[in-house]
Nanobody, 117 residues
Framework: VQLVESGGGLVQAGGSLRLSCAAS????????MGWYRQTPGKQRELVAK????????DYADSVKGRFTISRDNSKNTMYLQMDNLEPEDTAVYYC???????????WGQGTQVTVSS
């Protein structure tokens, strides 16, 4: 199973970015997925997660109202729309897939998001 993130980059505060996570797994549509982020010296933290069908989402308090998680099961892809970005959002962002069949999780390689003030 491979998860490939894209869409990171450098943006000014107040700007927007859209991250994508493409998964090479035939059972994509039955798996919960999420976005996490990590900065140097800190633990990886949950940003947002989405249920298998996309009907249920959950967000970290720090991103509520600014970030939107979504998924397109026909394309095996998950997204994170990030609006009104703040310098504190600077981190490496990772996507995670919880494989309901295998019983363990897969991670992408990460994509850097840098927000300048």
């Amino acid at each position: 199973v491979q998860l490939v993130e894209s869409g990171g980059g450098l943006v000014q505060a107040g700007g927007s970015l859209r991250l994508s996570c493409a998964a090479s797994i035939s059972t994509f549509s039955i798996n919960t997925m999420g976005w996490y982020r990590q900065t140097p010296g800190k633990q990886r933290e949950l940003v947002a997660k989405i249920s298998s069908g996309g009907g249920r989402t959950d967000y970290a308090d720090s991103v509520k109202g600014r970030f939107t998680i979504s998924r397109d099961n026909s394309k095996n892809t998950m997204y994170l729309q990030m609006d009104n970005l703040e310098p504190e959002d600077t981190a490496v962002y990772y996507c995670k897939l919880d494989d309901a069949v295998a019983g363990h999780a897969y991670w992408g390689q990460g994509t850097q998001v840098t927000v300048s003030s």
